[in-house]
């Protein structure tokens, strides 16, 4: 089954330490990853996607095939960053569904 | 541009009315999602379209259906209404159905 886990609902982390949200999937195939992001009063938007490879506003996130898991990163964390993040994943064909995580919420502390 | 809309900002209704949320995509895209939040969940896909064709349709009730109007925009019909039925409905625009999806600001539904 096509399934995508994140296993914490919030996380809370000191301004300027290291931040890590977890995301697990489960794919039969080759799957896209993506992280959307949603600000505080603001519209759910693409955050990054794995196949673009780049880092947005500092974070990273490497699709590990292994261990199935599409970790977002960022090595020192801002207060701008406190938002609602989400994990998804879409097949590569058309007709493929996007699938979200439940989302974690990034809380940065002052 | 100002992006992905959607009418009307938030519904009250009650069991078993019908309701129509309305979605224009952003100039220029032609694929059109809908998606239902749940509170605390994430959002979980409803239908898609591109071209006015449907394209991939979620575990949702047939009381739910949609289409999409030449000029690219998008109704969701929701039938039969039941309080679990109460959400944000999100609308999504990208350029054809593989690309990155924008998302308008949802319908807050209400279901009494």
């Known amino acids: 089954a096509q399934r995508v886990t994140q296993p914490e609902k919030l996380l809370s982390v000191f301004k300027g330490a290291p931040v890590e949200l977890k995301c697990n999937y489960s794919?039969?195939?080759?799957?896209?990853l993506f992280w959307y992001v949603q600000y505080s009063r603001q519209r759910l938007q693409l955050l990054l996607r794995h196949i673009s490879r780049e880092s947005i506003k500092g974070f990273t996130a490497d699709l590990n095939k292994g261990e199935t898991s599409f970790h977002l990163k960022k090595p020192f964390a801002q207060e701008e960053d406190s938002a609602m993040y989400y994990c998804?994943?879409?097949?590569?064909?058309?007709?493929?569904?996007?699938?979200f995580g439940k989302g974690t919420r990034l809380h940065i502390l002052p | 541009d100002a992006g992905v809309t959607q009418s009307p900002t938030h519904l009250i209704k009650t069991r078993g009315q019908q309701v129509t949320l309305r979605c224009s995509p952003i100039s220029g895209h032609k694929s059109v999602s809908w998606y239902q939040q749940v509170l605390g969940q994430g959002p979980q896909f409803i239908f898609q379209?591109?071209?006015?064709?449907?394209?991939g349709r979620g575990n949702f009730p047939d009381r739910f259906s949609a289409r999409q109007f030449p000029n690219y925009s998008s109704e969701l019909n929701v039938n039969a209404l039941l309080l679990g039925d109460s959400a944000l409905y999100l609308c999504?625009?990208?350029?054809?159905?593989?690309?990155?999806?924008?998302f308008g600001p949802g319908t807050r539904l209400t279901v009494l």
């Open positions: 998804a994943l879409s097949g590569k064909n058309r007709d493929d569904k996007i699938i």
């Open positions: 999504a625009s990208s350029l054809d159905s593989l690309n990155t999806q924008y």
């Open positions: 794919y039969s195939g080759s799957p896209e």
């Open positions: 379209y591109y071209e006015k064709e449907e394209r």
